[in-house]
């Protein structure tokens, strides 16, 4: 059963602003560095709080946490900075391990909070990556989507969704995979999860790593999303 409409086309590249650097607009950046306690944000105060999640795992840069597929999740203060409402980027490093069991595992989300959608980031049961959001001002869900199982299962990939403009886009790898033209997210009052989603009764817990999460109240240009994939080896706070 196919929970969510998607609409739109891809566009040819993400738009660029020059003078700017990957500082610039960082309103929250979580490495997953941690051995134990909180996840910290390393710019700001908007630490999460680990509920089962397995802390000083092999990451993509130094550490990061392991999530079960059962119900392990990162819950994340519910604030402005992540309502994604206007221009902003996510960028996220994740490891995919198969859904093991659990109905569209989510790499992040704040979807549901029992009136109103408002985004959410996961896999649906075939491993293909989608992002799905409720538009302001609109009554139909859009999605965004990577169709490669084969490439995502088991290895570490750098996801970016960034809206700027009036467009949402899609990257993986620094390639663009997705984009589509609409309104940003609508704001809710769900909670913010890292691993996991709630809609109903579905959790969608993941089963994978997530490590080095950043974003951002602007839309990042090409060329800091490029230093950000680093030709593959990633990028860490405060990027030098």
């Known amino acids: 059963m196919k929970l969510f409409s998607r609409f739109g086309a891809i566009a040819s590249s993400f738009s660029s602003i020059a003078g700017t650097s990957l500082s610039t607009g960082l309103v929250a950046y979580y490495n997953f560095d941690e051995t134990s306690g909180d996840?910290?944000?390393?710019?700001?105060?908007?630490?999460?709080?680990?509920?089962?999640?397995?802390?000083?795992?092999?990451?993509?840069?130094g550490t990061a946490y392991s999530f079960d597929g059962v119900n392990d999740l990162v819950v994340l203060p519910?604030?402005?900075?992540?309502?994604?409402?206007?221009?902003?980027?996510?960028?996220?490093?994740?490891?995919?391990?198969?859904?093991?069991?659990?109905?569209?595992?989510?790499?992040?989300?704040?979807?549901?909070?029992?009136?109103?959608?408002?985004?959410?980031?996961?896999?649906?049961?075939?491993?293909?990556?989608?992002?799905?959001?409720?538009?302001?001002?609109?009554?139909?869900d859009r999605s965004l989507s990577y169709s490669n199982y084969s490439n995502i299962n088991g290895s570490w990939h750098l996801c970016i969704i960034k809206y700027l403009s009036g467009t949402m886009y899609l990257k993986i790898d620094n390639t663009l995979q997705d984009s589509e033209v609409a309104n940003a997210c609508a704001i809710n009052n769900a909670t913010p999860r890292l691993g996991s989603y709630t809609h109903t009764s579905l959790n969608g817990w993941l089963n994978g790593s997530l490590d080095e999460c950043g974003i951002w109240d602007r839309g990042l240009t090409a060329d800091e999303e490029t230093e950000l994939y680093n030709s593959g080896t990633g990028k860490t706070y405060p990027f030098t």
């Open 78 to 140: 519910d604030a402005s900075y992540i309502d994604f409402s206007s221009d902003f980027t996510f960028a996220i490093w994740f490891k995919y391990n198969g859904n093991g069991g659990s109905i569209f595992p989510s790499i992040a989300s704040k979807w549901w909070d029992g009136s109103t959608r408002g985004w959410n980031l996961y896999l649906d049961n075939s491993g293909n990556l989608q992002f799905v959001w409720r538009p302001s001002g609109e009554g139909v």
């Open 39 to 61: 996840l910290l944000d390393q710019v700001g105060s908007n630490d999460g709080t680990v509920n089962g999640a397995t802390q000083n795992v092999s990451g993509k840069i």
